[in-house]
């Protein structure tokens, strides 16, 4: 197996551990870069992965750390911007993608691995969105322009263990007595397993039929909300009358929801919703496996 060196931005998330630990499980060195590397320590139980604590939003130090990398995956994503945390849309997702070509063309890598979203595109209808639209446009123009190999991927919502949906809903479900009053709940979303996710990526690395390609990525079923939260409740053993909300009252829990710790539901996170998040071509068959189902693996890690 090649044995290619990667070093990943995002690495410490939900979609980065699994991603760090495939590769590191098939032999390859990874450097996760973490804005906090005391919080990570965990990760450092594998000797192939290094945890780095880095401003990734400095180009001079990120390329230092680039520097000897064969790839760089970019899996940096908010669901809500802060003015606290001093945070917003277009810094972590445009302003950090300029911010990483720059270092890449510094320490001398070409090969990149960008998450992007179902649905992304510079005129769509959230903040979240249409950043990350803006910053797949930015990549596949200097793809084009042959000065990096870059793959994209567009994934609908990620599921799996530990994964902020199907746990958020869990969560929310248990709190909430009798009735759930659910917003948007005609949207409709193709969920994918994280670790069908990760392998693309990984198949992805070395791979060059894959270079300046985007791919749309979703499991096999599509579902509106209100049934993933039924099933969600089935896997968590909870009984609950799940009552529709209408579109100005989703609008209007999206803006009480917002002002909640960990902000559970914003405005932005509803204008996301009002597109389905589904794919329209089948799983790209390049990647060489079969997506697997939600309803075969939600009851694996979601317990009553
Ligand atoms: N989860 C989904 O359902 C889903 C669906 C479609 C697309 N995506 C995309 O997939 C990617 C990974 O998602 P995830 O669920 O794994 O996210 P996650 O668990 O929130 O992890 C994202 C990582 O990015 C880093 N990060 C967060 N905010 C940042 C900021 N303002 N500046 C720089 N770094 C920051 C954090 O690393 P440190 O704190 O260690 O620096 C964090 O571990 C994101 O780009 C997301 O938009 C996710």
């Known amino acids: 197996m090649n044995q290619s060196k990667v070093c990943i931005l995002g690495g410490s998330g939900f979609v980065g551990r699994r991603l760090a630990k495939l ?5 390859r060195p990874v450097t996760v870069l973490t804005r906090h590397r005391e919080r ?3 990760l450092l139980v594998r000797p192939e992965l290094s945890v780095v604590e880095c401003d990734v939003y400095d180009p001079g130090r990120l390329a230092g750390h680039f520097h000897g990398a064969d790839a760089v995956v970019n899996l940096v994503g908010i669901l809500n911007s802060s003015r606290h945390k001093n945070q917003t849309f277009t810094t972590a997702h445009l302003k950090l993608s300029e911010i990483v070509l720059e270092a890449m063309n510094w320490s001398g890598v ?3 691995l960008h998450m992007s979203a179902s649905n992304a595109s510079a005129d769509g209808p959230s903040e979240y969105l249409k950043t990350k639209g803006a910053a797949e446009n930015l990549l596949k123009m200097r793809s084009m322009q042959g000065e990096f190999d870059t793959t994209i991927f567009r994934p609908s919502v990620i599921f799996g263990p530990g994964d902020s949906f199907t746990n958020r809903f869990a969560d929310l479900l248990r709190r909430i007595p009798l009735v759930f009053p659910l917003a948007c709940p005609d949207s409709r979303l193709q969920p994918v397993h994280v670790d069908d996710v990760v392998t693309c990526f990984a198949n992805a690395i070395d791979n060059p039929k894959t270079f300046g390609q985007t791919y749309e990525l979703c499991g096999p079923g599509s579902y509106t909300l209100y ?3 039924a099933m969600i ?3 968590i053993g909870v009984r609950r009358k799940i009552v529709r909300l209408s579109d100005r009252q989703s609008e209007m829990q999206a803006k009480a929801m917002q002002y909640l710790p960990g902000q559970p539901f914003t405005p932005d996170n509803y204008k996301s919703l009002q597109v389905d998040s589904v794919c329209k071509k089948p799983f790209p068959a390049v990647f060489g496996i079969e997506p697997r189902a939600m309803e075969d693996t939600i009851s694996t890690y979601l317990t009553s």
Not at 23 to 27: K, V
């Open 233 to 235: 409740a089935a896997a």
């Open 23 to 27: 590769l590191t499980d098939g032999g």
């Open 227 to 229: 049934e993933l939260v």
């Open 40 to 42: 990570n320590r965990d």
């Open 110 to 112: 070409r090969r990149l």
